[in-house]
């Protein structure tokens, strides 16, 4: 009993992912057709014991247009009278009416997914675009962070605490560089999994190299001043953002997201400033 009921939801399984995969129209044309269909029993099938009597004239069905006529009006349960079935044709009206409605149901249930569809993608598509604003307020964040450390260097006017605890602002550029590296990784096969385009892309880019870049001026004015900042978390954490930039630009690459030119230029401005705040601190990997 459990290997029926077991085999009967699997049966159920398979064809509710079958309907899935169709489109609305494909649906529509299948109705159609099991509609049409049935018109041509009523009409090739008619005989002495079973046809289609029409109440006004009181004779059988003679044309095939009409055996179709009465297939979808039995089938919408229309029924507005005029053809009556006779005979064997009534088990199969009964039969097409319950056909009928289901496909009717179908179709129906159909147009309603694609409206929820509609609406959830709207909705993340403003989740996305707010997730991307998001990160690039997050990028912006980092780098006013280095910027002021920067300046109060450059004003003479910072703490032996702001250099020890750079790596506090490290590692809130890791935790969105980790996020960005999550959005070009993702699956995409569900069709509510948005993939990031070229603009965004190129956008997200650019700004991590700009913050790139700033840690690049950070550590230049720290080297000019003798400002030993090297201690093992900054080191660290610095090592991790250069290793997740390196992996954001290998996957922006892999997905073909930017066109050749723009990504060549973008990966050979990131491969210089590494190796730039490489010449200045030799002892980063």
């Not at 910027?147 to 020890?164: Q, S």
């Not at 900042?229 to 992996?247: A, F, M, P, S, V």
């Amino acid at each position: 009993m459990k290997e029926f009921v077991k085999s009967e939801e699997n049966f159920t399984k398979k064809i509710l992912q079958l309907i899935d995969r169709l489109s609305f129209l494909k649906l529509l044309v299948v109705w159609v057709f099991i509609t049409v269909f049935f018109g041509f029993i009523y009409f090739f099938f008619s005989g002495n014991s079973s046809f289609l009597l029409n109440t006004q004239t009181g004779s059988h069905i003679s044309s095939l247009s009409e055996g179709v006529y009465f297939s979808f009006i039995t089938s919408t349960t229309t029924g507005f009278g005029d053809l009556t079935p006779v005979g064997f044709f009534r088990i199969i009206a009964i039969f097409e009416v319950i056909l009928g409605l289901l496909m009717i149901s179908i179709v129906t249930s159909k147009l309603i997914s694609m409206k929820q569809n509609i609406i959830i993608e709207e909705l993340y598509e403003l989740t996305f675009s707010e997730r991307i604003n998001r990160i690039r307020s997050s990028l912006l964040y980092s780098r006013q962070n280095i910027n002021a450390l920067i300046h109060n260097i450059e004003d003479n006017n910072f703490k032996k605490r702001e250099i020890k605890s750079l790596y506090l602002s490290f590692i809130s550029l890791e935790e969105t560089l980790e996020e960005i590296m999550f959005i070009f990784t993702k699956d995409s096969s569900n069709e509510f999994v948005k993939s990031i385009d070229d603009v965004h892309t190129g956008i997200i880019a650019n700004s991590v190299l700009f913050s790139l870049h700033r840690i690049e001026e950070a550590v230049k004015i720290m080297k000019l001043r003798n400002i030993t900042w090297q201690t093992d978390k900054n080191i660290h954490h610095l090592e991790k953002i250069i290793l997740l930039i390196r992996d954001i630009f290998s996957e922006i690459n892999k997905k073909k997201i930017l066109s050749k030119d723009v990504f060549e230029n973008l990966n050979n401005e990131k491969k210089n400033i590494i190796s730039r705040i490489k010449e200045l601190e030799p002892q980063i990997l």
